[in-house]
């Protein structure tokens, strides 16, 4: 039996904006100051996203020329522990 190869179906591009074009490491810098891990064996250690939820976060985050966001809705659909760190 063959294994069956799935693709996400992307409605973004999973890219990151140039760095002057996001709030987003504005973002992950506060999260990393205040934001504690809350249970597991990380308990009460800083938080940590995973390499592809920095990258949604920035995109979430992007601003066009006159600092308007540029997407004001969106949907993450993922499988329970998708975000957990490996």
């Avoid at 973002?27 to 205040?34: E, G, I, K, M, Q």
């Avoid at 949604?56 to 957990?84: M, P």
């Amino acid at each position: 039996m063959t294994a069956l190869t799935l693709e996400p179906i992307r409605t973004w591009p999973d890219t990151v904006p140039p760095e002057t074009r996001t709030l987003g490491w504005d973002v992950l810098d506060w999260t990393a100051r205040y934001l504690l891990q809350p249970d597991g064996p990380d308990a009460g250690k800083p938080w940590r996203y995973t390499p592809e939820q920095v990258r949604i976060l920035l995109r979430w985050f992007e601003i066009d020329d006159a600092g308007v966001f540029v997407r004001r809705q969106g949907t993450i659909r993922r499988l329970k522990g998708w975000g957990l760190p490996r």
